[in-house]
DNA sequence: TTCGCGCGATTACGAATTCCGATGACCGCG
DNA sequence: CGCGGTCATCGGAATTCGTAATCGCGCGAA
């Protein structure tokens, strides 16, 4: 009843080469196969695709129109193969990774250009959010992993370092006078305008007890949970943050900010990596977060300091 | 090996239903038919069209981009079923027919026009040429038929009359003082520089004999076997000719002649048509020359003389 | 004219494919 | 834990497909 791509194929043969003899050659079949399918054709429509008569085959108006129209189809179903073919190659499967924004501002994107391109019949999905949201999402096993700041050990949760970045101070371009880039001492810092995130934030502690274990004093302070916020506020004023080295290697907005590491001493951040316990990280989690991991070094070592010697 | 457009209408089904079984009910088929055909393509391209887990299909990036195509292909596919489908109803095959002059000037356009519509599966090839040529080839059975001038009988020639028409006076508009359309009487003719056909011509011994046995004089005897060049030469100078009505019926070039049938006495002349001897007529000829005598009819009706009473 | 020769139509039969129905595994839900 | 839904799988039936052999026809050579 329906057509098939064979009649399809063996009619543009036939069509061709003005024979059936040679149609059926050239596409490895053979001149009753041919026939009959052209007949099959031929019966459907209820016309006649080519004459017959004088011991030679030649097409019919409605032939030369079918032939014209059947040639979109040859090339529209071999567009179709080679459109999926571009898929082959990598893992195959899904993905739902939970990353912070000090994940997602400048790691997140390289890696994932990078994942498409590797595996390109994976679907990843990634879910930004705070580390309690993102705990909450592994310990259902709803992400197969996450990237979270430290903290202590979770029940079904599963964990280990992924990477250790500096915090860095972020100020206004216009309103402080170090150099971009260039560690910053503590006793060199006069009191500062901080925004700090809630309480609710893992970093607010060390940060707090960071610059009270220096005895670096703090003007005012700021709380703010909103990070492009942050970026804004901190760029156009005297107000500074202190931020994961990670997520400021790459300004957007470049000589808006001013960054430098806290050194003597310097401050870290670690980041971890949770899964759900009751499982094993894929092969396909497993090369994505790889390539996040190739991606957060090769971020971090901007903020390499030069050893002395 | 080669794909099947049933791989491609299935799995189009099951992507746009976002299920197999679904899918299976709405082309008529089976939820196993479903699974076995998708599985097949899967195999062919070596990847998942679909990721299976937790009870529902749904695309993988490879199946989205895959069904796009697929949807070129069902509409290449709808397109070119439809394309054939307008040449069904009519008559189906080649036919040849020889048609002179007088015939291909105002009869054969609107004839062919209502027959390829009528008929458009069917091959037709006019042969533009004069008596002698298309008696030959009629004689071989090279033509269905032909349409010639009324001739003696010829062997392996069957003949009987298809029309006949007025012939007509053709002049230029400048020089003749007739009004277009109505008939002139031989008396009124003055000496003419007329313009004939060659000897090999038929027609050219009833015009000579025309003229001379209603002693209209004439001046001047010009051969022309050139149809065009008759008419242009007659367009643009005093030279008259005398030409079968049923060419005349339109001139392509309005208001360059005056045309005026031959009165008191009329001359005619005879169509007949001509055809292979050992063989009848096929529907496919008998419907064009139906058509054919139709618009020669029409076209006839134009050289009506109003009868009186 | 007659005789091959080439080409397409037709037929019958074996092979391959497709299709179907039943069964099994899996998941979410009650 | 059963229930209803899904899809995968399997074996056999039905269909399609390809093949080989044969026929008819037109053409060209003898």
């Known amino acids: 009843m329906a057509g098939s791509l064979q009649d399809i194929r063996l009619f543009v043969a036939a069509y061709e080469e003005r024979s059936f003899t040679a149609a059926a050659q050239r596409e490895n079949a053979t001149q009753s196969g041919v026939s009959q399918h052209i007949r099959k054709l031929e019966e459907r429509f209820r016309l006649s695709l080519f004459s017959r008569d004088k011991g030679r085959v030649c097409p019919t108006p409605a032939g030369d129109s079918y032939y014209r129209a059947c040639l979109d189809v040859l090339r529209a179903h071999d567009a179709a193969t080679k459109a999926v073919q571009g898929f082959v190659g990598g893992l195959e499967g899904e993905l739902v990774v939970g990353l912070m924004p000090t994940m997602t501002r400048c790691v ?36 197969d992993f996450a990237i979270v700041p430290g903290t202590a050990g979770i029940a079904g949760v599963k964990s280990r370092l992924f990477t250790r970045t500096p915090e860095v101070l972020v100020a206004s371009v216009r309103h402080a006078g170090r150099r971009n880039g260039e560690p910053v001492r503590t006793r060199e810092l006069g009191p500062l305008r901080l925004v700090v995130p809630s309480r609710a934030n893992t970093r607010r502690l060390s940060i707090e007890s960071y610059f009270a274990s220096n005895g670096i004093a703090i003007e005012r302070l700021l709380e703010l949970d909103a990070m492009l916020g942050t970026l804004d506020l901190v760029g156009r004023s005297e107000w500074v943050a202190v931020l994961p080295g990670i997520m400021m ?56 300091v030069p050893r002395p010697g």
Chains 1, 2 share one sequence.
């Open 249 to 304: 290697a790459a300004d957007p907005e470049p000589g808006m900010h001013v960054i430098n590491p806290l050194a003597d001493p310097p401050l870290t951040l670690d980041l971890v990596l949770i899964e759900p316990a009751r499982r094993i990280l894929s092969p396909l989690a497993s090369a994505f977060l790889g390539l996040l991991q190739e991606e957060a070094a090769r971020v971090n070592a901007r903020w390499d």
């Open 108 to 143: 997140l994107a390289p890696a994932l250009a990078r994942f498409t391109e590797a595996h390109p019949n994976a679907a990843i999905r990634v879910v930004e959010g705070y580390s309690a949201a993102l705990t909450q999402h592994v310990q259902a096993a709803e992400l």
